[in-house]
């Protein structure tokens, strides 16, 4: 059964980091582009960013440019998210996903 589970999520202050992680088991990891989506109270989930196989090339969402980081370890089975300069609008369950399978979801709590 394929699993992914996150961690790294919990309460911050404005402008702190966070690192998010999320292991994959029982999937073909490393052929795959890997996803972090996140879905704030009464919103629609939206994407935040992807890298593809091998790593070389990732996208984000917008307002997220220059403060996170997606990237991989493909030995390790998991793909992380680095975020910096935290804002209160980032709060939010941080999902990862591939190709059709959900995690968990970790909640991020950035206050003012």
């Known amino acids: 059964e394929v699993q992914l589970v996150e961690s790294g999520g919990g309460l911050v202050q404005l402008g702190e980091s966070l690192t998010l992680s999320c292991k994959v088991s029982?999937?073909?990891?490393?052929?795959?582009?890997a996803y972090w989506y996140r879905q704030a109270p009464g919103k629609e989930r939206e994407q935040v960013a992807f890298?593809?196989?091998?790593?070389?090339?990732?996208k984000y969402l917008e307002s997220v440019k220059g403060r996170f980081t997606i990237s991989r370890d493909d030995a390790k089975s998991t793909v992380y998210l680095q975020m910096n300069s935290l804002k209160p609008e980032d709060t939010a369950v941080y999902f990862c996903?591939?190709?059709?399978?959900w995690g968990q979801g970790t909640q991020v709590t950035v206050s003012s």
């Open positions: 890298v593809n196989p091998g790593g070389a090339h990732t």
């Open positions: 996903y591939v190709p059709i399978h």
């Open positions: 029982d999937f073909p990891f490393s052929s795959y582009t």
